[in-house]
């Protein structure tokens, strides 16, 4: 995975001024678009189309700063049909438009390439089982909420307060397959994990393929695949978290699976009376690479 990442960041800095195809590097390389995209952000803190668009300004500025040539000729060259475009993409990078740049030599921030490189430690072993599951539902109550990455998501926090507890133990009693109990779902994520990006939220339960869900509540139709279930116990959601950023900096790299499409589940197995503390399950759809 590590060299996958590795060949990918050298195809966009060979391909920088040109239409960048994803798919095509990616069957190149024997995975898909989307378990790259996924490796890519989870690794590098951005995502893939925010890396190009810094790298491709980066490059652009020494242009803007040197004078050769005007700057419709410029964005022309780097991929840009237009100077407004150009400048928009160019100012959101440097916080400066490229003739202000041009006329006073910056701001300017730089966005090096990228080399990844694997740290094994070894000190602390995954919990990790691979499960073969046919197709089931998820049933419960779905929202759209904005992605955040770290610490406690109020708006998520908001959709659960609202429902009340009769509903949550009518949810719980519904349930009749894995991952048992109530689940924490997000699905439909933007392809780059982008924070602030919506995603669809559901608070529900598994059942199975033949279950029929009631009308008042919305589902997830989750075909049969693979799955592999990490376990996390600690701080909530902080070790959930860490355990999630884990499985793209360690276990993904050092095992021949990569991500699928379909939804994410995350099932609390025991936890505090406050939810301080929690023991929880992350099931992640995945394939053989």
């Not at 419960?140 to 406690?152: D, E, K, N, Q, S």
């Not at 994990?193 to 009631?214: F, I, K, M, N």
Request: hydrophobic share 40%; charged share 20%; with cysteine.
């Amino acid at each position: 995975m590590i060299s996958d990442l590795n060949r990918l960041v050298d195809h966009v800095e060979q391909h920088l001024t040109e239409e960048f195809d994803l798919g095509a590097v990616a069957r190149d390389l024997g995975t898909t678009a989307y378990h790259l995209r996924r490796m890519f952000s989870s690794l590098a803190g951005m995502p893939l189309s925010e890396y190009v668009r810094r790298r491709r300004m980066t490059v652009a500025a020494a242009d803007v700063i040197s004078g050769t040539g005007d700057l419709l000729s410029i964005a022309v060259r780097h991929g840009y049909g237009s100077t407004e475009a150009f400048g928009r993409a160019f100012r959101a990078v440097h916080g400066a438009g490229p003739g202000e740049v041009r006329r006073d030599g910056g701001p300017l921030r730089s966005q090096p390439q990228l080399r990844f490189r694997l740290t094994v430690e070894g000190s602390t072993p995954m919990d990790t089982r691979i499960v073969e599951h046919p197709a089931f539902r998820l049933v419960g109550h779905a929202t759209r909420v904005p992605l955040i990455h770290h610490g406690v998501n109020p708006h998520i926090q908001q959709h659960i307060a609202a429902l009340p507890m009769e509903e949550h133990l009518r949810l719980k009693a519904l349930s009749n397959t894995e991952p048992a109990g109530l689940l924490q779902v997000t699905d439909d994520l933007d392809e780059d994990r982008t924070e602030g990006s919506e995603l669809t939220y559901l608070h529900g339960v598994a059942v199975t393929d033949g279950t029929a869900p009631a009308d008042d509540l919305d589902a997830i139709e989750v075909p049969a695949g693979t799955w592999a279930v990490f376990r996390s116990s600690g701080a909530y959601p902080d070790a959930l978290q860490q355990t999630w950023a884990a499985t793209a900096t360690e276990w993904f790299p050092s095992n021949r699976w990569r991500l699928r499409p379909g939804p994410s589940m995350v099932a609390v197995l025991d936890r505090a009376e406050d939810f301080s503390t929690a023991t929880c399950e992350l099931w992640l759809p995945i394939e053989p690479a």
